[in-house]
């Protein structure tokens, strides 16, 4: 195995603003100038130095696991790796030991290995492709509902409809709110992809930030979940432990069905953080975030 620091410079610089700083391929290339293209071949050749891959691994998978662990994947990407990875062999394999050269430089948990199919109760592994389809078709829903609640929960002025949501106080206007190019009109800002962690690594989450009437809000759905027992998910913005805002609780708690459909404000100050995360909380007023099950990277700078 090859070390980070044996990297080119230019590898690890990509590295370092993906996995400490959490960018983007896209927001690498602004800062540097390159073709989002070309940031994302520097990150899959170190990928390939830092961990050889077998050669049964073809071009495509090995670019699909990378693309997954530095958290640069669609929804839907993101769920058919996963199913493939819930098989097995070298994927698995490469994907897992590529994870371990990359975690101890990453200021969040990278997206977990998922559990193999077999190996889960009620596991699918004799219908893996129909489980591939399954996921797909429950993770593009949660899309459409989401783009659906932008309208819903944001048109309405109070936010008080049927969808679950987390209790936050309301913010003040700020700079970064007063970008509205119409009064009434929903944009989406950013669309976020949700990452499990070992907490949960059945978790999947979705979410987008949007702009209304000059606010910014957070609509996120998540599903996989662990139900709530004596504890409630927290969402947080956040850099590092002592440096989180926990924007609030979801409601109600997650029950059997494992889901949640959640939309708040966003804070003056949000701008100014990395990444929004979900925890498990077991106080009402936490001091730092709980144990993390979701993680997203988030830029609105």
């Not at 990359?102 to 492709?129: C, F, M, N, W, Y």
């Not at 669309?191 to 979705?206: E, I, M």
Request: net charge positive; charged share 20%.
């Amino acid at each position: 195995m090859t070390g980070l620091e044996t990297l080119p410079p230019q590898s690890r610089a990509v590295l370092a603003l993906v996995l400490v700083q959490g960018k983007s391929f896209d927001e690498i290339g602004g800062l540097l100038r390159i073709e989002p293209q070309h940031i994302r071949a520097r990150a899959h050749a170190a990928a390939l130095q830092i961990v050889p891959p077998p050669e049964a691994l073809g071009r495509n998978r090995r670019a699909a696991i990378t693309d997954y662990l530095l958290g640069q994947d669609s929804v839907s990407a993101r769920v058919q790796v996963r199913a493939r990875l819930r098989e097995g062999g070298p994927e698995r394999d490469w994907a897992r030991a590529l994870s371990e050269a990359l975690s101890p430089q990453a200021r969040v948990p990278l997206p977990a290995i998922p559990e193999l199919a077999d190996e889960r109760p009620g596991g699918t592994s004799k219908h893996p492709r129909r489980r591939r389809r399954w996921l797909l078709f429950g993770t593009l829903t949660m899309l459409c509902v989401i783009a659906a609640a932008a309208v819903v929960v944001l048109a309405s002025g109070t936010g008080k409809s049927a969808h679950p949501r987390m209790t936050a106080r309301a913010p003040t206007r700020s700079a970064a709110t007063r970008r509205a190019p119409t009064r009434n009109s929903v944009q989406t800002i950013r669309r976020l992809t949700f990452a499990p962690t070992s907490a949960d690594p059945n978790a999947l989450g979705a979410g987008a930030v949007v702009r209304h009437g000059g606010s910014l809000s957070l609509l996120l759905q998540a599903r996989g979940l662990a139900a709530n027992h004596g504890d409630s998910y927290g969402v947080w913005l956040f850099n590092t432990p002592i440096d989180a805002r926990l924007l609030g609780f979801v409601s109600p708690p997650v029950g059997s069905a494992g889901t949640f459909s959640s939309g708040v404000s966003l804070p003056d100050d949000a701008i100014r953080f990395r990444s929004l995360i979900v925890t498990r909380e077991k106080s009402t007023r936490p001091a730092s975030p709980g144990p993390m099950v979701l993680h997203a990277s988030l830029s609105l700078s």
